[in-house]
Nanobody, 124 residues
């Protein structure tokens, strides 16, 4: 399976971006799909996740209220809409998944498949 993250870019503080995670090689149906981010010099941290079949969503406190994770069955794609972006949101954003909804959606160690990352830069 391949996960292709896209949609990053340079945006001013207060702006919005929609990140996409498109899967190929297998269906994401039944998976937990998450977004993580890693800023320079910092550890990778959880941002948001969705359990595909039951549509439960999870957010980090830093993203809650500004981010919305969603899925598109037909496109086998997960999105992360980020609004009211702040300079501290600057990071490489990675999408990842694990099958059968088994595992901790918040823990990067439980994810099996990872995309290559997309850079988000928020200027002040």
């Amino acid at each position: 399976v391949q996960l292709q993250a896209s949609g990053g870019g340079l945006v001013q503080a207060g702006g919005s971006l929609r990140l996409s995670c498109a899967a190929s090689g297998r269906s994401l149906s039944g998976d937990t799909v998450g977004w993580f981010r890693q800023a320079p010099g910092k550890e990778r941290e959880f941002a948001a996740a969705i359990k595909w079949n039951i549509d439960n969503t999870y957010y980090a406190d830093s993203v809650k209220g500004r981010g919305t994770i969603s899925r598109d069955n037909a496109k086998n794609t997960v999105y992360l809409q980020m609004n009211s972006l702040k300079p501290e949101d600057t990071a490489v954003y990675y999408c990842a998944s694990f099958p059968l909804n088994r595992g901790n959606a918040y823990s990067p160690k439980d994810y099996t498949y990872w995309g290559q990352g997309t850079q988000v830069t928020v200027s002040s």
